[in-house]
């Protein structure tokens, strides 16, 4: 019965900055890794950027330097800080909770619309 619900979405200018936010019903030291992706209509959901239970974290090469994953374990949340946004960031953001348990099992959020204006 996981939970993920993300905030933060909203419209912004280019070159503007927005943190998006996902708080998980349970522990996030029960997901081997959490992540968000992003999707626009008639493309595949695209890993944004991952961050495991170590602290390991990888980007997306279109926003490293730009994007950056952190988490709250006291808090369940795990945020994702962008800067410099570009209209080309314009998506549906996801946050994703990975779980092993034999195999792989993915839990997603609801989605939060992300708008970048020129």
């Known amino acids: 019965q996981v939970q993920l619900v993300e905030s933060g979405g909203g419209l912004v200018q280019a070159g503007g900055s927005l943190r998006l936010s996902c708080a998980a019903s349970?522990?996030?030291?029960?997901?081997?890794?959490m992540a968000w992706y992003c999707q626009v209509p008639g493309k595949q959901r695209e890993l944004v950027a991952r961050i495991t239970g170590g602290g390991i974290t990888n980007y997306a090469t279109s926003v490293k330097g730009r994007f950056t994953i952190s988490r709250d374990n006291a808090k369940n949340t795990v945020y994702l800080q962008m800067h410099s946004l570009e209209p080309e960031d314009t998506a549906v953001y996801y946050c994703?909770?990975?779980?092993?348990?034999?195999?792989?099992?993915?839990?997603w959020g609801q989605g939060t619309q992300v708008t970048v204006s020129s």
């Open positions: 349970e522990s996030i030291f029960s997901f081997n890794a």
């Open positions: 994703n909770a990975e779980r092993w348990i034999g195999i792989r099992y993915d839990f």
